[in-house]
């Protein structure tokens, strides 16, 4: 205990310089925690959290009609589907984008292509659906103007069970990648000269030296990246789903997520939508902690 005191007292600028944000996530991130209890219970408004009454089955109740609901299987294959291609196509595009960038030799162009890489992250969701509807109209849209053009007929994407999974992929890679890429970039920058030149005396050419010293020296922090987005697979998100929904779309576009909103915000059945939620995060949590222990085992490389 006095060695704790002591080095408190010793490090206490540090530990007041970390002090706002300790506030913050004790604040916003564990103090909401205690709602979990929702999830066991049949919330009311007017008994708040710890005066509702207990669900039934041992508090289990909205776990088990979630499982046993008509909307589980497809809730399940679409998340699993939508989060796992997701996952293939997208996170290998800024770690290539940033191996490409690294081997620009045009400072100007360099910093050119990175901020314009940067630009769509900062446009909100709502927007970017917006510009997909006008690009991909049935009718007036550049794309299908283009295929009719040449004389094939017009297709309506947007409405599409056959194109949503590659709109809502294609979208999300656009809007992301610039921005993903940062971190491989900063990795790369810190790679030492000495390495490359070693390689060049060694005789490897270009794509050799990005195989053998680019992709080695940024590997760790590719496997804690992974380990990252594999234990957020399920967090599928909602928004950009809802404003690319049309009935046609249902069956293939219904993830864990939109289920969740529909019966928090559209049904006001908030015990449900908490028992569901606490299910989606156990299951990221247990993704986590697998992905973790065997890239431990494999590499070294791990978040603990």
Not at 86 to 112: G, H, Y
Not at 116 to 135: D, H
Request: with cysteine; hydrophobic share 50%.
């Amino acid at each position: 205990m006095k060695t704790i005191i002591k080095c408190i007292k010793r490090d206490k600028w540090l530990h007041l310089l970390v002090l706002p944000t300790v506030i913050f996530y004790l604040i916003f991130a564990y103090y909401p925690m205690y709602g979990i209890i929702i999830a066991f219970k049949n919330f009311s408004f007017n008994r708040g959290i710890l005066g509702s009454p207990w669900a039934d089955i041992g508090g289990f109740e909205h776990f088990i009609k979630f499982f046993n609901s008509m909307y589980f299987p497809r809730l399940m294959k679409n998340t699993v589907i939508l989060s796992m291609t997701a996952l293939i196509c997208s996170f290998p595009v800024p770690i290539v984008f940033a191996l490409l960038l690294n081997e620009v030799a045009n400072k100007t162009f360099k910093r050119f292509t990175q901020s314009v890489s940067y630009f769509p992250n900062f446009v909100s969701i709502v927007i970017t659906v917006g510009i997909m509807t006008i690009l991909l109209h049935p009718t007036e849209g550049v794309i299908n103007r283009l295929i009719m053009l040449i004389g094939g007929e017009s297709v309506p994407f947007m409405q599409s069970r056959e194109w949503f999974r590659p709109l809502y992929i294609i979208s999300g890679i656009w809007q992301t990648f610039g921005w993903n890429s940062i971190i491989y970039i900063a990795a790369l920058s810190g790679v030492s000269v000495e390495l490359y030149e070693a390689a060049e005396i060694d005789g490897a050419n270009r794509l050799q030296q990005v195989w053998h010293v680019s992709l080695p020296s940024i590997t760790p922090t590719i496997l804690i990246l992974l380990i990252m987005a594999v234990g957020g697979m399920f967090e599928v998100g909602w928004e950009k789903i809802l404003l690319m929904y049309s009935p046609s779309i249902y069956d293939v576009a219904d993830v864990i997520d939109t289920y969740v909103f529909r019966k928090s915000i559209g049904d006001a059945q908030f015990s449900a939508a908490a028992a569901i939620g606490l299910f989606k995060n156990i299951l990221n949590f247990a993704l986590l902690y697998s992905v973790n222990r065997v890239s431990r085992r494999l590499s070294e490389v791990s978040l603990w």
